[in-house]
């Protein structure tokens, strides 16, 4: 069974900053991609960012150019989503995702992120 831990949430002013980590208790080798999805109240979780093992990426089209995917360069099965400018309605729970190469999926608790006006 793969764990994923992330952190990193909480309270925000609109147009503050978070960082989210996540880290699977899985090899690198044997991760195909890792991302992030968001649920907000009432609607349906949804992909915020994913990062592919040959480190291409791919955002909703309303965080593309506030929010960052990335990898740790040395421990590639820890991912981060930097986010920037944040506004009120990206007020959501943060789920951290990841694929392996044996199709298997696994999501992590989610983290609280709230953005007040």
């Known amino acids: 069974q793969v764990q994923l831990v992330e952190s990193g949430g909480g309270l925000v002013q609109a147009g503050g900053s978070l960082r989210l980590s996540c880290a699977a208790s899985?090899?690198?080798?044997?991760?195909?991609?890792m991302g992030w999805y968001r649920q907000a109240p009432g609607k349906q979780r949804e992909l915020v960012a994913v990062?592919?093992?040959?480190?291409?990426?791919?955002y909703a089209g309303s965080v593309k150019g506030r929010f960052t995917i990335s990898r740790d360069n040395s421990a590639k099965n820890t991912v981060f989503l930097q986010m920037n400018t944040l506004k009120p309605e990206n007020t959501a729970v943060y789920y951290c995702?990841?694929?392996?190469?044996?199709?298997?999926?696994?999501w992590g608790q989610g983290t609280q992120v709230t953005v007040s006006t």
């Open positions: 899985v090899s690198a080798l044997s991760i195909k991609s």
């Open positions: 990062i592919s093992v040959g480190s291409s990426t791919d």
């Open positions: 995702n990841t694929v392996l190469w044996t199709s298997q999926e696994y």
